[in-house]
């Protein structure tokens, strides 16, 4: 009879209460709390995805939603999961909600996923999800987990449109597919009248990967000379 | 890729794990091609064809070793343990070892191959850590403005020690065009 008067939270607070902590967990990784620029989690999909800002664009999405359910499911049965085979179990988790993405991306819009197949899949790989299960999801609620996920998805996501914008403005001169800058026949403006734009040659240096990490470097100069907690001194 | 730009902070710990990588590596490589050759192929143990299957069951077994390594590295190496952090775990979904592993198939290795080709995978990739942590200790003789110290110049570090290796391969002509 005591035990269950203790056990009873002292306010009745419902499940998917929405307050100051729950919006930090969605606003912090944006910035303060990035996955890619300070955590360090998934580089290896922002080299790979960024030399477009459409492919870009729904890597995030993607990475989203994944996150932010596998999150959801992880956190439900953490307390279930035995120590010694959970990353068995994590993976099994991301795996499924992958191919429930592939196959929805593959229904919804077919050009698109002909063309992000290979990425798409590579989501399991990503160090995001399995990092949040590992650090947030098996120590926290489902709900607040689910927040967790959305909010890491979108920092990443955020990260990726950034990266993604310079190197196709610079590396092939467009922006969404549509040609902007370079000398080019198919300009989305006409050039004879601004033959100002035509100048600029398009660097190669920008569609291979090493320029990913130079753009995220500086991202990561912008950010910590703004926000000077996060300087590491060692 | 991102255990790469967080454990090189020091040798000590990129040595760690990169020894940690040439055992996942060179196990689960060999043990992909068997259960590929002998499971799930055409003439493996079912029947029939299950290379679809592929995703699911190479990460399983990638997962199941590196479990094994975490509670070996817990046992016996408590520091090591703390200091590799989440990052021990992520060994899991370090893209070079599932690539490895669906490179080997598509390149149609055989047994002896596989063994050579996951160690070697393995042993550069420790190779790699190993160097670029070297760097990064040397990095604190420098004068780097404060706010690109430590993961800021982990990326252009690593941005061009991938332009000095793309030099290796010699210049593609095709990626000029």
């Not at chain 1, 729950?22 to 955590?39: G, H, R």
């Not at chain 1, 597919?177 to 198919?186: Q, V």
């Not at chain 2, 590799?84 to 198939?105: D, H, K």
């Not at chain 2, 420790?126 to 070297?134: H, Y």
Request: aromatic share 10%.
């Amino acid at each position: 009879m005591m035990a269950e008067v203790i056990a009873l939270p002292k306010k009745e607070q419902s499940p998917f209460s929405f307050g100051k902590e729950e919006k930090k967990l969605i606003t912090d990784p944006l910035s303060d709390n990035n996955p890619i620029t300070v955590q360090i989690l998934g580089v290896c999909s922002a080299l790979a995805v960024t030399t477009l800002i459409t492919k870009a664009i729904i890597m995030g999405i993607a990475v989203t939603l994944v996150t932010a359910f596998s999150n959801l499911i992880t956190s439900s049965l953490r307390n279930y999961i035995p120590k010694s085979i959970r990353m068995i179990v994590q993976l099994v988790i991301i795996a499924f909600l992958v191919t429930v993405v592939e196959l929805l991306l593959k229904a919804l819009n077919y050009p698109i996923w002909k063309d992000l197949s290979v990425f798409i899949g590579l989501i399991i790989t990503n160090c995001i999800v399995m990092g949040r299960l590992e650090a947030y999801a098996m120590a926290n609620k489902p709900w607040k987990s689910f927040l967790d996920g959305i909010g890491n998805g979108l920092g990443y996501a955020i990260i990726l449109v950034i990266v993604a914008f310079f190197r196709e403005l610079l590396g092939k001169g467009s922006l969404m597919g549509f040609k902007i800058i370079g000398p080019s026949a198919d300009y989305v403006l006409n050039t004879t009248d601004l033959s100002w734009l035509s100048w600029y040659t398009a660097n190669n240096l920008f569609v291979l990967s090493p320029a990913a990490m130079f753009i995220i470097a500086l991202v990561i100069w912008i950010q910590r000379s703004r926000i000077p907690k996060l300087v590491d001194i060692s | 890729m991102c255990s790469f730009l967080a454990v090189s902070k020091s040798v000590k710990t990129a040595l760690g794990l990169g020894i940690a990588v040439i055992f996942v590596n060179g196990l689960t490589i060999p043990m992909n091609w068997l259960i590929d050759h002998y499971l799930l192929g055409e003439g493996g143990l079912f029947g029939m064809d299950l290379t679809f299957l592929r995703f699911i069951i190479f990460i399983s077994t990638i997962a199941a070793l590196v479990q094994l390594v975490e509670m070996v590295v817990e046992k016996f190496s408590p520091s090591l343990y703390n200091s590799l952090g989440i990052f021990l775990p992520l060994i899991t979904v370090n893209c070079a070892i599932l690539g490895a592993s669906l490179f080997m198939i598509t390149k149609e290795y055989n047994f002896t191959q596989s063994v050579s080709f996951g160690l070697g995978g393995g042993f550069g990739w420790a190779l790699a850590i190993v160097a670029i942590a070297g760097i990064r200790e040397k990095m604190a003789y420098s004068q780097v403005p404060p706010a690109l110290r430590g993961l800021g110049m982990a990326f252009f570090l690593t941005g061009l020690m991938g332009i000095a290796f793309m030099g290796l391969m010699g210049i593609d002509p095709a990626a000029f065009k």
